[in-house]
């Protein structure tokens, strides 16, 4: 049986601990809305942009405007992803891993392990972000591209519809990234 000096060293350390652990579950939090944000600006911003072209009030070269702004928007969205994730394993193999050692009970902040095996499924991962994600950022402004040359006239036109095809591969390549690594055992 610890001590007393013993037992106040380990409330201290599960107290760092578990402030740790919630300023880190704040920031996913935080993150996490982020990313709900980036999917609405991307949203408004192209609905708006897809509307007045259609309504004839800009010309319509300026839809490359929007395979940018959702390369840009899904950058940034699937960034924080990854930070996501990088928290979650902290959380799982670092604070909780510690926890456990000076609690001795291994359920403590077991949610990030369990979600962590759940996610690994390839079918449901790519059901819950992989198909989403990609209609959202990609498909829907590539198809948009495709349809673009056939109005496109000037070279500057094209070195942007050129520009908006490269942004997008990043894409894809970030998004295959992430899912080869959240898909991995």
């Given amino acids: 049986m610890p ?3 013993e037992s106040l060293q380990i409330a201290d350390r599960t107290s760092v601990l578990l402030a740790e652990f919630t300023s880190l579950r704040s920031e996913i939090a935080a993150r996490s809305a982020a990313q709900t944000t980036l999917i609405n600006i ?3 911003v192209c609905g708006a942009i897809a509307g007045l072209a259609l309504s004839q009030r800009i010309a319509v070269t300026v839809l490359l405007l929007i ?3 959702s390369g840009c928007c899904a950058m940034l969205y699937l960034d924080h992803a990854a930070q996501i994730d990088n928290i979650a394993s902290y959380i799982d193999t670092d604070i909780r891993a510690s ?3 000076l609690l001795g009970d291994e359920k403590l902040l077991a949610w990030e392990s369990a979600n962590r095996d759940k996610r690994t499924h390839r079918t449901p991962l790519l059901i819950r972000f992989g198909i989403p994600m990609l209609f959202l950022f990609v498909v829907g402004p590539l198809a948009l591209c495709v349809g673009l040359t056939a ?3 000037t070279w500057w036109e094209w070195t942007a519809l ?3 095809l490269i942004v ?3 894409v894809c390549a970030m998004w295959l990234s992430l899912f080869r690594r959240w898909s991995a055992p």
């Fill in 3 to 5: 001590d007393a000096d």
């Fill in 168 to 170: 997008q591969a990043i």
């Fill in 99 to 101: 926890l456990t050692q």
């Fill in 67 to 69: 395979p940018f702004l």
């Fill in 162 to 164: 050129i520009a908006a």
């Fill in 151 to 153: 109005v496109l006239g």
């Fill in 42 to 44: 991307d949203l408004t």
